[in-house]
């Protein structure tokens, strides 16, 4: 005999499924792309209140120059993607939903060439593309309010309007400062590889961004203490990525330029904070 099921029975049971798949970009999205734009607008503004932000022009004009050619070739929605450099000494990065990246001035001065940089923007921006951002707080939301109700959210098209805006009304714009799982990680480190590729790239700097990392963490271990709290050890990253590059070529395309005229400009300006002012700040962005 067969058996009938409603649609918020059914659709309970897929997100429960999708909280299961290994595969980040599979998972239910509760927010809308306009939804992910305005929550991203919101924690963007929180984040800059909170922040110790560089106001330099020439710096971040030249950031999102690469910024702008990455986008050019990045996946999905077309997010109105821009960066902004954070002043703090710590080698980092973060991106929230809509196209809003973040880029430590220390991570900046730290790498050797602009493949380098190009690497960590479009791991970033990868993560806005794949929209982990809003993915990874649909499921904290399910985690916290149970399937079955999320179920009767998604069985009826007409409910979906508003339901954003209701999971970061329940968990807060914290929501999306959390530590993104291995799997969006790794979706991150190949969509963005495959990014710098069609960019121009060649997506073997990514990997040799990983072994500066490596590096640091043996030799001065504080500058990269606050990437690996918030990103998986470079090492496997570093084999996996160097195995896509080699399948995908090096990009063909003249870079933007200008990099070392960046880092001594940065060179002259007093120093940057340091990470305990800066942490303190982070956790309270992440507690909302």
Known sequence: MFRTFSRPAVAAAL????????????????????????????????????????????????????????????????????ARVVNAAEINAFAL?????????????????????????????????????????????????????????????????????????????????????????????RVGAQMMSRAGYDPMAMANFFDLLAAQQRGNPSAVSQFFSDHPS????SARIRALAAQLGRGRGAQVGGLQTVQSRLDRMPAASRRQGLARTTSRLRRG
């Open 97 to 189: 939903p809509g196209g809003y990246v973040y880029v430590n001035r220390g991570l900046i001065e730290a790498v050797r060439n602009e493949g380098e940089l190009a690497g960590v923007l479009a791991h970033e921006m990868a993560h806005v593309a794949q929209r982990h951002g809003t993915s990874q707080a649909t499921k904290a939301y399910g985690a916290q309010m149970g399937v079955g109700l999320l179920g009767s959210l998604l069985g009826g098209r007409d409910h979906r309007l508003g339901v954003g805006e209701q999971v970061i009304g329940s968990l807060g714009l914290n929501a999306l400062f959390m530590k993104f799982s291995r799997n969006a990680e790794s979706e991150a480190d």
């Open 234 to 237: 470079p090492q496997n990253r």
């Open 15 to 82: 997100f429960s499924l999708s909280l299961a798949s290994a595969t980040p970009a599979a998972a239910i999205n509760l927010f809308s792309v306009q939804q992910d734009a305005e929550v991203g607008r919101q924690a963007a503004q929180d984040a800059e209140r909170q922040l110790p932000m560089l106001r330099d022009g020439t710096t971040e004009g030249y950031i999102n120059a690469i910024v702008q050619r990455l986008a050019a070739v990045a996946p999905g929605p077309r997010f109105p993607y821009r």
